[in-house]
């Protein structure tokens, strides 16, 4: 069965100059926040250009056998439902311990009012949560993989034809 997600790959694929080098797969798909609410939000933020980095645990990656992205991945950004909002490519990624994170790259998060301060807390909570599902530890030096990433594609999803 085509997903919705699969649809809109391909209707990216189609939006690029015939000349372009076409990308033979994304990375994933996911949706930002810990909600649908949040994700929807968080959507709009990026699609907006607010939100332009992301943070998550290295230590996810390695509990789930997930390699990290890298810059020149491709991701879909859906609104908490499956349904996509955007495309993003990555830009740069940095494996960074949690409390050297910056205010640059706080900011560049998007969410809130966006100081180093809001996004700790934020961050603070995720990481909390994460490390109980996977086993392990929270620790100021949990080390995060943040990333840096940009809108490639944001056309609405069209409908089906028959």
């Known amino acids: 069965m085509i997903t919705n997600v699969d649809r809109y790959w391909a209707q990216f694929l189609e939006s690029l100059p015939p000349t372009s080098e ?3 797969q994304y990375y994933e798909t996911f949706y930002f ?3 649908k ?3 929807r939000l968080i959507a709009a933020l990026v699609v907006d250009g607010i939100k332009t980095a992301t943070g998550s645990l290295q230590w996810v990656y390695e509990a789930e056998g997930k390699p990290i992205p890298k810059p020149g991945d491709y991701s879909i ?7 996509p909002v955007c495309i993003i490519q ?5 494996i960074i311990p949690f409390d050297e994170v910056d205010e640059t790259f706080a900011w560049d998060g998007g969410e809130e009012d966006r100081t180093l301060e809001s996004w700790r807390r934020i961050y603070r909570d995720y990481i ?3 490390c109980a599902r996977i086993r392990r530890e929270p620790a100021l030096k949990t080390p995060l993989v943040c990333e840096r990433f940009r809108v ?3 056309e609405p999803l069209k ?3 028959h």
Request: charge should be negative.
């Open 152 to 154: 490639v594609y944001q």
């Open 159 to 161: 409908p089906e034809e």
């Open 90 to 94: 990555d830009t740069e990624v940095n």
């Open 37 to 39: 609410e949040s994700a």
């Open 128 to 130: 909390v949560s994460e």
């Open 22 to 24: 076409r990308p033979q």
């Open 33 to 35: 926040g810990v909600s």
């Open 77 to 83: 950004v859906t609104n908490g439902e499956g349904e």
